[in-house]
């Protein structure tokens, strides 16, 4: 229970951090991503501060994930599901300027947009577990 | 077009590294938002509980702001059926890819994991793509 809590309190925390971010805001990352408009690189700013944030307390604390069941940390080498899962999911982004966690705390503005792009990004986890798993 | 934000784009992803950070610490998982939605779908196992609190957590984050800080600037144009059509790719491909921007933008850079840099590379480039033809070409 106390674990639970506790993940709860880093998903709202992980939510803070998008929202004070602005990466809630899909014309931001869009923004991001039209390189050739007016750039705006602040979704690089927010990647390289949490990322550098985190290795520093991955080697301050000697951290690594015991298994690796939220990404797939453990496979090695580039394969060809990586490269084309990736190319769609980053077609599927430039398309809206929203990713799963934006998606998310999205929610609760109640826009329908959201909610219709939330229930098609479940329905393409259902579509690969379909395909690709048990 | 949108204002350039340094300061709050840095203070962001430290709050965000460092709730990814903790849940390495408390839970030796990794923040991949797509990952722990997927894991949401049935059948649950030992995993699902810690996931669904993190969600509930995530999507608690913004009336708990609005209440305490204020506004939250979201600008959506996109039409419903482009939105449909890029959910399904989005949620598919992070699965097949095996991350998304968290998973293998933030926590995969940051343990310098190569199929998480090279992921995040592709990804970032046929974004900027499809926002080109978007924009310039269409």
Same mark, same amino acid.
Not at chain 1, 4 to 9: H, K
Not at chain 2, 88 to 113: E, P
């Given at each position: 229970?106390?674990?639970?809590?506790?993940?709860?309190?880093?998903?709202?925390?992980?939510?803070?951090?998008?929202?004070?971010?602005?990466?809630?805001?899909? +014309?931001?990352?869009?923004?991001?991503?039209?390189?050739?408009?007016?750039?705006? &690189?602040?979704? %690089?700013? !927010?990647?390289? *501060? /949490?990322?550098?944030?985190?290795?520093?307390?991955?080697?301050?604390?000697?951290?690594?994930?015991?298994?690796?069941?939220?990404?797939?940390?453990?496979?090695?080498?580039?394969?060809?599901?990586?490269?084309?899962? +990736?190319?769609?999911?980053?077609?599927?982004?430039?398309?809206?300027?929203?990713? &799963?966690?934006? %998606?998310? !705390?999205?929610? *609760? /503005?109640?826009?329908?947009?959201?909610?219709?792009?939330?229930?098609?990004?479940?329905?393409?986890?259902?579509?690969?577990?379909?395909?690709?798993?048990? | 077009?949108?204002?350039?934000?340094?300061?709050?784009?840095?203070?962001?992803?430290?709050?965000?590294?460092?709730?990814?950070?903790?849940?390495?610490?408390?839970?030796?998982?990794?923040?991949?938002?797509?990952?722990?939605?997927?894991?949401?779908?049935?059948?649950?196992?030992?995993?699902?509980?810690?996931?669904?609190?993190?969600?509930?957590?995530?999507?608690?984050?913004?009336?708990?702001?609005?209440?305490?800080?204020?506004?939250?600037?979201?600008?959506?144009?996109?039409?419903?059926?482009?939105?449909?059509?890029?959910?399904?790719?989005?949620?598919?491909?992070?699965?097949?890819?095996?991350?998304?921007?968290?998973?293998?933008?933030?926590?995969?850079?940051?343990?310098?994991?190569?199929?998480?840099?090279?992921?995040?590379?592709?990804?970032?480039?046929?974004?900027?793509?499809?926002?080109?033809?978007?924009?310039?070409?269409?």
């Amino acid at each position: 229970m106390i674990k639970n809590l506790v993940a709860g309190s880093l998903g709202l925390l992980f939510g803070f951090g998008l929202i004070i971010a602005n990466m809630t805001n899909p +014309s931001k990352v869009l923004a991001f991503l039209d390189v050739s408009g007016e750039w705006d &690189p602040s979704l %690089a700013i !927010v990647m390289a *501060s /949490a990322l550098i944030t985190l290795a520093v307390m991955q080697r301050l604390m000697h951290l690594s994930p015991e298994t690796q069941t939220s990404c797939d940390g453990v496979k090695q080498g580039i394969d060809r599901k990586l490269l084309i899962g +990736s190319a769609i999911f980053g077609i599927g982004w430039g398309l809206s300027g929203i990713c &799963p966690g934006p %998606a998310l !705390v999205g929610l *609760s /503005a109640g826009l329908p947009a959201v909610l219709v792009f939330i229930g098609a990004m479940f329905v393409g986890f259902v579509i690969f577990n379909r395909f690709h798993q048990r | 077009m949108t204002e350039i934000t340094i300061l709050s784009a840095a203070l962001g992803g430290v709050i965000i590294g460092l709730a990814a950070g903790l849940l390495l610490v408390t839970h030796k998982r990794v923040a991949g938002i797509s990952g722990i939605a997927s894991g949401l779908l049935l059948p649950w196992n030992a995993e699902s509980g810690w996931r669904l609190w993190f969600l509930l957590g995530l999507i608690a984050s913004a009336p708990l702001y609005r209440v305490m800080v204020g506004e939250i600037p979201i600008q959506l144009d996109a039409p419903l059926a482009v939105l449909a059509v890029a959910g399904v790719l989005v949620g598919y491909g992070s699965r097949l890819g095996g991350g998304c921007t968290s998973g293998h933008g933030v926590c995969g850079i940051a343990r310098l994991s190569v199929r998480s840099i090279v992921a995040t590379l592709m990804f970032m480039f046929t974004a900027a793509v499809t926002v080109y033809i978007q924009r310039h070409v269409l």
